[in-house]
């Protein structure tokens, strides 16, 4: 015995002349029905797949700046767990804090994406102490990663202050999410 395909009541394995049984079927209703069923089940992920790439197109560069950032943030956490947050030091890693707050300034500003602008924070330093624990930020920082870096991290902030860094277009970002994506699963499977 074996169970129809599309009502799932038990039939037996016939080998007649005709093909519903052999093709799991009780009759030629549920085959019917079956086939109705798939058809409308594929018009549905068509739909729903033409819906994904609309929405995609009118994306502004604010939005795929966010989907990026949420890439990157996710591979400065994986990168930095075991590091602990950089302001407090004691913190277990859930975000990724800047230094240089994104701000309206910043949104779509290369910057806010930067792997030097961006560290591991606990959650309490990077939410509530007084805009990133800034002044922990930054002694963890240069402990971290010694002054040379803090001082190219605050020269680069100055470029693109003054317009000398190219600002980040779609094709960049979704090149940097790829990337990050990439970098994301690397890690993983490291540990």
Same mark, same amino acid.
Request: hydrophobic residues 30%; positive net charge; proline residues 2%.
């Given at each position: 015995?074996?169970?129809?395909?599309? &009502?799932?009541?038990?039939?037996? $394995?016939?080998? +007649?002349?005709?093909?519903?049984?052999?093709?799991?079927? &009780?009759?030629?209703?549920?085959?019917?029905?079956?086939?109705?069923?798939?058809?409308?089940?594929?018009?549905?992920?068509?739909?729903?797949?033409?819906?994904?790439?609309? %929405?995609?197109?009118? %994306?502004?560069?604010?939005?795929?700046?966010?989907?990026?950032?949420?890439?990157?943030?996710?591979?400065?956490?994986?990168?930095? $767990?075991? $590091?602990?947050?950089?302001?407090?030091?004691?913190?277990?890693?859930? +975000?990724?804090?800047?230094?240089?707050?994104?701000?309206?300034?910043?949104?779509?500003?290369?910057?806010?994406?930067?792997?030097?602008?961006?560290?591991?924070?606990?959650?309490?330093?990077?939410?509530?102490?007084?805009?990133?624990?800034?002044?922990?930020?930054?002694?963890?920082?240069?402990?971290?990663?010694?002054?040379?870096?803090? +001082?190219?991290?605050?020269a680069y902030k100055e470029?693109?202050?003054?317009?000398?860094?190219?600002?980040?277009?779609?094709?960049?970002? %979704?090149?940097?999410?790829?990337?990050?994506?990439?970098?994301?699963?690397?890690?993983?499977?490291?540990?």
């Open positions: 015995m074996r169970k129809c395909r599309y &009502c799932r009541v038990e039939i037996p $394995k016939a080998k +007649d002349s005709t093909g519903y049984q052999r093709a799991g079927y &009780c009759d030629v209703n549920c085959m019917a029905d079956y086939g109705h069923a798939k058809a409308l089940a594929k018009k549905e992920k068509d739909r729903r797949a033409e819906n994904r790439q609309a %929405k995609e197109r009118i %994306k502004t560069l604010q939005q795929h700046v966010t989907d990026t950032q949420a890439h990157v943030n996710r591979v400065v956490v994986a990168e930095d $767990k075991h $590091k602990g947050c950089v302001s407090c030091g004691v913190g277990e890693v859930t +975000d990724a804090g800047h230094y240089f707050h994104k701000g309206s300034k910043y949104r779509t500003s290369p910057l806010t994406l930067d792997r030097r602008n961006l560290v591991g924070q606990c959650r309490s330093c990077n939410s509530f102490k007084g805009g990133g624990n800034q002044h922990g930020y930054r002694l963890g920082y240069i402990a971290r990663y010694g002054s040379e870096a803090f +001082d190219e991290l605050c470029s693109v202050d003054r317009g000398e860094v190219p600002r980040m277009t779609v094709e960049g970002c %979704k090149a940097m999410a790829k990337a990050a994506r990439e970098e994301l699963k690397r890690i993983r499977l490291a540990l």
